[in-house]
């Protein structure tokens, strides 16, 4: 009976990472765990090697419902891959900071955005794309 206890109580728990595909390939991702499932996240492209978390975030901080920001970054060289993302609680907001940044200078350069496609790469919503009945 024990057994029975623990089984239930980790099915309500997190998943401990995500997988994705994309480019033909599949992974796993806890990075995405850091994350609200639930947010209205920015691509932000063209970003400046000198533009780091908090300069991404300062950017956007004019709008109170901004949860996170971060820069991709190589693993192993730790320079910026040019580009980041930036979440939102609120899908105004969201809406509204796309539309007032578009182009604005970030850093030295200005930044192009984009919904992110995050939820279309992982694994379990390609799965329901195909399968709408499961």
């Known amino acids: 009976m024990q057994s029975g206890i623990?089984?239930?109580s980790t099915s309500k728990k997190k998943p401990k990472t995500i997988i994705r595909?994309?480019?033909g390939e599949v992974w796993e991702d806890p990075?995405?765990?850091e994350w609200d499932i639930n947010d209205f996240r920015l691509f932000c492209g063209d970003l400046g090697n000198e533009v780091t978390d908090d300069?991404?975030?300062k950017a956007f901080s004019k709008y109170p419902s901004i949860q996170k920001a971060k820069v991709i970054r190589d693993k192993r060289t730790n320079k910026s891959k040019?580009?980041?993302f930036v979440s939102f609680k609120d899908a105004?907001?969201?809406v509204k900071a796309w539309k007032e940044m578009n182009g604005k200078y970030v850093g030295n350069r200005p930044i192009k955005l984009r919904k992110s496609t995050w939820k279309e790469r992982n694994i379990d919503v390609k799965n329901k794309k195909h399968h709408p009945y499961r």
């Open 21 to 23: 595909a994309a480019g």
């Open 92 to 94: 105004d907001e969201f």
């Open 82 to 84: 040019g580009y980041g």
């Open 55 to 57: 300069i991404l975030y």
């Open 6 to 8: 623990n089984k239930q």
């Open 31 to 33: 990075t995405l765990l």
